[in-house]
């Protein structure tokens, strides 16, 4: 069994992935009362990568971020941190999470978390085939000795 902390880990993974997918289900998020504690604002963060993926750190370049922090009325704070400057978005995946973690997660999951993951892998597997159209396998002929 997944811990409380994984589970919430992959839906904000599926949430700041989302994008203008979470515009379809603003109805649903925005129906209960919430109050915003940080509205959508939009920023800059550095982006850091390591040579090879293991060696010297460095700078890469900085990012534009939009977050947002919400509370429901019963009291449960949802967080959102997505890449770009959507703030309509940023404010529906904070609404998304404080819903998760509430009594009706399970209701949650089911409406909006599931159909993103079934867009998402739908869409990753579309791009794996379009690259795999475009692989190229190079071999090497040995020649014999003379």
């Given at each position: 069994?997944?811990s409380?902390?994984?589970l919430?880990?992959?839906?904000?993974?599926?949430?700041?992935?989302?994008g203008q997918?979470l515009?379809?289900?603003?109805k649903i998020?925005?129906?209960s009362?919430?109050?915003c504690?940080?509205?959508?604002?939009t920023?800059?963060?550095?982006?850091?990568a390591?040579?090879?993926?293991?060696?010297q750190?460095?700078?890469?370049?900085?990012?534009?971020?939009?977050?947002?922090?919400v509370?429901?009325?019963?009291?449960q704070?949802?967080?959102s941190?997505?890449?770009?400057?959507?703030?309509?978005?940023?404010?529906?995946a904070?609404?998304?999470?404080?819903?998760l973690?509430?009594?009706?997660?399970?209701y949650?999951?089911s409406?909006?978390?599931?159909?993103?993951?079934?867009?998402?892998?739908?869409?990753?597997?579309?791009?794996?085939?379009?690259i795999?159209?475009?692989?190229?396998?190079?071999?090497?002929?040995v020649?014999?000795?003379?």
């Amino acid at each position: 069994m997944q811990s409380n902390i994984q589970l919430r880990q992959k839906w904000m993974q599926v949430l700041a992935r989302a994008g203008q997918d979470l515009h379809h289900y603003s109805k649903i998020l925005e129906q209960s009362n919430y109050q915003c504690i940080r509205a959508p604002e939009t920023g800059m963060v550095m982006v850091r990568a390591r040579m090879g993926g293991t060696g010297q750190a460095f700078n890469a370049g900085e990012m534009t971020v939009t977050r947002c922090v919400v509370r429901l009325d019963d009291g449960q704070l949802g967080y959102s941190y997505l890449a770009g400057r959507d703030k309509k978005a940023a404010l529906l995946a904070a609404l998304a999470d404080a819903h998760l973690q509430g009594a009706q997660s399970n209701y949650w999951h089911s409406q909006v978390i599931q159909p993103l993951q079934v867009q998402q892998a739908q869409l990753r597997a579309q791009r794996e085939e379009e690259i795999a159209a475009s692989r190229v396998n190079f071999f090497t002929m040995v020649r014999g000795d003379d």
